[in-house]
């Protein structure tokens, strides 16, 4: 059976097209929950809100991007709700003011591992990690960061500058010894 089959057969309420297409994403969404919320049972939550919400709003899906990624999109913003409604305060800073200049520069030390890199993004501020993460993990653009984060693609673009600024700074206490 063909996605769009399946997906249409889920508009009607099929319910086995909708186990069928759970079957088929749910360990990927899980993976993509994971990254951001890191908690399994958290990310269990997060992927079952995300596809009963996928599941209720698929009449607005229109095949423009894949499924895959129409729901990857709702996966992020669920957990990026679940992260805030965990914290339940956050203070906005108005980037918009700043000119960005764009950095393609992702090189670190040498001996600096995948993992150390892992773990300093963990480290980093929300707004920060999320775009970072977006843009290099989740391989989005700005403008779609931008429209995910409710940010303008100048925001986004700032905050990946400012968060790999960051991040470089702490992969670099990392390698001279003066981070805790």
Excluded at 8 to 34: D, P, S, W
Aim: aromatic share 10%; glycine share 4%.
């Amino acid at each position: 059976m063909f996605q769009i089959d399946v997906v249409e057969q889920c508009r009607a309420n099929n319910r086995q097209a909708q186990i069928q297409l759970y079957k088929q994403y749910c360990g990927g969404m899980f993976c993509v929950a994971m990254r951001y919320v890191k908690n399994g049972d958290d990310a269990e939550d997060v992927v079952q809100e995300s596809f009963i919400k996928a599941f209720q709003k698929l009449h607005q899906f229109k095949g423009e991007v894949t499924f895959g990624a129409w729901l990857k999109r709702i996966v992020i913003n669920k957990s990026i709700d679940f992260l805030k409604a965990k914290k339940q305060h956050t203070v906005a800073l108005d980037e918009n003011y700043m000119q960005v200049s764009e950095d393609d520069d992702w090189t670190v030390e040498n001996d600096i591992t995948l993992d150390q890199v892992k773990t300093a993004i963990t480290k980093l501020p929300d707004k920060y990690r999320y775009v970072l993460m977006m843009f290099l993990i989740e391989g989005y653009d700005h403008r779609e960061i931008a429209q995910v984060l409710k940010l303008t693609e100048t925001t986004s673009r700032t905050r990946l500058l400012r968060g790999k600024s960051y991040l470089k700074e702490l992969l670099k206490e990392k390698v001279y010894g003066t981070g805790s």
